[in-house]
């Protein structure tokens, strides 16, 4: 309702408030300012009732959040509301398994049969590294990295 306002800058607009005013005319201010926004809410409330009377009775459950891509997606992609045939795309996202795709693909390459269980020591030969060099020997030379 306060837009993330704490406690402390509340204090802070009232006291701006009351400078910039004064004491005297504050009250007549809030009182307009309220007055202001009951006229907007009544114009909002007013011109949405306006457009679902057009729209007609189809549309007597729409609500102007749904026009956001978030709200919608939310309400029609994560619920089990199937009105849009979308519960296909669920099956189809939840067919895909990353990781055991990930995972035949690095045994591809290390030349390991598939559904093989893998070597204990091939991950561990891999990262295998030692702190100094011999003393002469050339860094290893990585033609990727230059």
């Known amino acids: 309702m306060f837009f993330d306002i704490g406690p402390l800058e509340l204090v802070a607009l009232v006291v701006l408030a009351v400078l910039v005013f004064g004491p005297d005319k504050l009250p007549k201010v809030i009182q307009d300012t309220m007055a202001f926004i009951r006229k907007v809410r009544a114009f909002s409330d007013s011109a949405k009732e306006d457009i679902r009377r057009e729209l007609g009775p189809e549309f007597k459950d729409f609500e102007f959040e749904d026009l956001n891509p978030k709200t919608f997606i939310k309400k029609n992609l994560m619920s089990d509301n199937d009105e849009y045939g979308l519960n296909e795309i669920k099956d189809l996202r939840n067919s895909f398994d990353l990781r055991k795709d990930m995972a035949e693909v690095t045994d591809a ?19 295998t590294k030692r702190d100094k060099l011999d003393p002469g020997e050339a860094p290893p030379f990585d033609s990727d990295a230059t």
């Open 109 to 127: 390459v290390n030349g390991v049969e598939p559904g093989a269980a893998a070597p204990a020591t091939r991950t561990s030969d891999r990262l």
